[in-house]
């Protein structure tokens, strides 16, 4: 199980590039001091989304009205002028969408060693199944499992055992594999009682890559021997998924 964005899917990229079309379109100069607000601003309403206090597309209007204001661009277009300039930062930001450079290699990898994928997502339900298929993961992933669709958002846990119970799996024998500390690790922790946070911005000076993993799933994987009934050793394989480690990259 992954989670999808800044995970696989390259989110910060797309966002910085996506951004930057549209501040442009407006005639300003996109700042880091400008991204990095864009970037506290869309968690902040996205959150609220997640609890419950704003719709999907309340969030979107309110952080970009929230963000004009702060850039010096204030605009008095109402919902529907709002709605209108949002749907211009969207194709900017789509225009924009790009996988992880290692995000396909590892998903076939771990398909070739007889593995389900699956992704578990905070993000709107139909806008993620939109990036699977625009970054050409759509073929590696079984199942998308989206809070939206379940009911439950990370860190809950139920957002993490809802998707082990549909696929009949106990969670010691699912892998999850995420880059937010307190929403994927935490969160898995609380439902698995098992994590191990290894490399990103939670630990310093190491690369941001799943490829090192594969190693540790291939050895999880690999044939053990036991005796049959005649006492002879035999090699058997291990069932699928039996790595039980919260990964953050």
């Given at each position: 199980?992954f989670?999808?964005?800044?995970?696989?899917?390259?989110?910060?990229?797309s966002?910085?590039e996506?951004?930057?079309?549209f501040?442009?379109?407006?005639?300003?100069?996109?700042?880091?001091g400008?991204?990095q607000?864009?970037i506290?601003?869309?968690?902040?309403?996205?959150?609220?989304?997640?609890?419950?206090?704003?719709?999907?597309q309340?969030?979107r209007?309110?952080?970009?009205?929230?963000f004009?204001?702060?850039?010096?661009q204030p605009?008095?277009?109402?919902?529907?002028?709002?709605?209108k300039?949002f749907?211009?930062?969207l194709?900017s930001?789509?225009?924009a969408?790009?996988?992880?450079p290692?995000a396909a290699?590892?998903?076939q990898?771990l398909r070739?060693?007889?593995?389900r994928v699956?992704?578990?997502t905070n993000?709107?339900?139909e806008?993620?199944s939109?990036k699977i298929?625009?970054?050409?993961?759509?073929?590696?992933?079984d199942?998308?499992f989206?809070?939206?669709?379940m009911?439950h958002?990370k860190?809950?846990k139920s957002a993490?055992?809802q998707?082990?119970?549909?696929?009949e799996l106990p969670?010691?024998q699912?892998?999850?594999v995420?880059d937010n500390?307190?929403?994927?690790?935490e969160g898995?922790?609380?439902?698995?009682?098992?994590?191990?946070s290894s490399?990103?911005?939670?630990r310093?000076k190491t690369?941001r890559t799943?490829s090192?993993?594969?190693?540790?799933?291939a050895?999880a994987r690999?044939p053990?021997?036991s005796?049959?009934s005649s006492?002879?050793?035999?090699?058997?394989?291990r069932p699928?998924?039996t790595v039980?480690?919260?990964?953050?990259l």
């Amino acid at each position: 199980m992954f989670d999808l964005d800044n995970t696989l899917f390259d989110h910060e990229a797309s966002t910085r590039e996506g951004l930057g079309a549209f501040v442009r379109s407006l005639g300003l100069e996109l700042t880091p001091g400008l991204q990095q607000r864009w970037i506290e601003i869309e968690q902040a309403c996205y959150d609220r989304f997640l609890s419950g206090e704003l719709s999907f597309q309340e969030q979107r209007r309110k952080r970009l009205r929230q963000f004009l204001l702060e850039a010096g661009q204030p605009h008095g277009g109402g919902e529907t002028g709002h709605d209108k300039l949002f749907a211009v930062y969207l194709r900017s930001y789509e225009n924009a969408w790009t996988a992880f450079p290692d995000a396909a290699p590892t998903l076939q990898r771990l398909r070739d060693l007889g593995m389900r994928v699956g992704i578990i997502t905070n993000g709107n339900h139909e806008q993620q199944s939109m990036k699977i298929t625009s970054i050409g993961l759509e073929p590696l992933v079984d199942v998308l499992f989206s809070s939206e669709q379940m009911g439950h958002a990370k860190p809950d846990k139920s957002a993490f055992l809802q998707p082990c119970h549909s696929l009949e799996l106990p969670p010691s024998q699912v892998l999850y594999v995420g880059d937010n500390f307190r929403v994927d690790i935490e969160g898995a922790r609380a439902a698995t009682r098992c994590s191990h946070s290894s490399s990103g911005k939670y630990r310093s000076k190491t690369s941001r890559t799943i490829s090192p993993w594969l190693r540790r799933v291939a050895i999880a994987r690999a044939p053990t021997r036991s005796r049959n009934s005649s006492g002879r050793r035999t090699e058997r394989g291990r069932p699928s998924g039996t790595v039980a480690l919260i990964y953050s990259l």
